[in-house]
């Protein structure tokens, strides 16, 4: 019988904190799961992602709502610049502690790689002279995503999180391509970042 009042004892509590949890008012806006379901929610992203670009964008021949989303990934989402721009942060911007500055992007080599991570330094991201990202046409570059492997320079894609990024949808990639073929190319830096975030 004692074993029988526990038991139900802890079924009532565990409903109880079930309930009360699910009815706080801290729990996030259920919009925010329905990602482009909505038209006003893509518009929204497209919006922000234009915001954000810490660099002017060539919108000639391209799909500026893809280029939008593109940004919004690529900054709000991806994080790329902390791996794939050095140093990461304008100087003086560094937000991190002690500096505390406003955390704004470094333009002058924004995506253009040069980050040391031991064996391998992060890639540069910027168009080459025909426009392409890092060299690669959209397809190359879906297959570098969707398997961590270059197809060009025939490199593994080791420190990249390429086993997250490729359950991205294909306009999810398609809209990175974009936003990459936009952005000025820039030249690796001859100075190595040891870390992101620098």
């Known amino acids: 019988m004692k074993r029988i009042l526990v038991s139900t004892a802890a079924v009532a509590g565990l409903f109880a904190a079930v ?5 706080s008012p801290l729990k996030g806006d259920d919009r925010d799961r329905n990602r482009g379901e909505r038209e006003d929610d893509r518009e929204l ?5 234009f915001s954000i670009a810490p660099v002017k964008l060539n ?14 990934i690529v900054n709000a989402q991806g994080a790329c610049n902390d791996c794939h721009t ?33 064996p391998v330094t992060s890639a540069n991201l910027t168009p080459d002279a025909n426009g392409r990202p890092e060299g690669l046409t959209l397809e190359q570059f879906e297959i570098a995503i969707r398997t961590g492997h270059d197809p060009v320079r025939n490199d593994n894609l080791a420190v990249m999180p390429w086993p997250i990024y490729r359950h991205m949808t294909g306009r999810d990639l398609d809209a990175i391509y974009a936003f990459l ?3 000025p190319p820039a030249k690796t830096p001859d100075i190595h970042c040891k870390n992101a975030g620098q």
């Open 59 to 72: 919108l000639e021949d391209k799909d500026p709502e893809l280029v939008g989303l593109g940004s919004y």
């Open 181 to 183: 073929s936009s952005i």
């Open 86 to 118: 050095c140093p990461s942060y304008a100087p003086g911007h560094n937000p991190f502690p002690p500096v505390g500055g406003d955390g704004q992007i470094n333009a002058a080599t924004y995506l253009a790689g040069g980050v040391d991570f031991g």
């Open 45 to 49: 992203e497209v919006q922000i992602g």
């Open 19 to 23: 309930t009360i949890i699910s009815n």
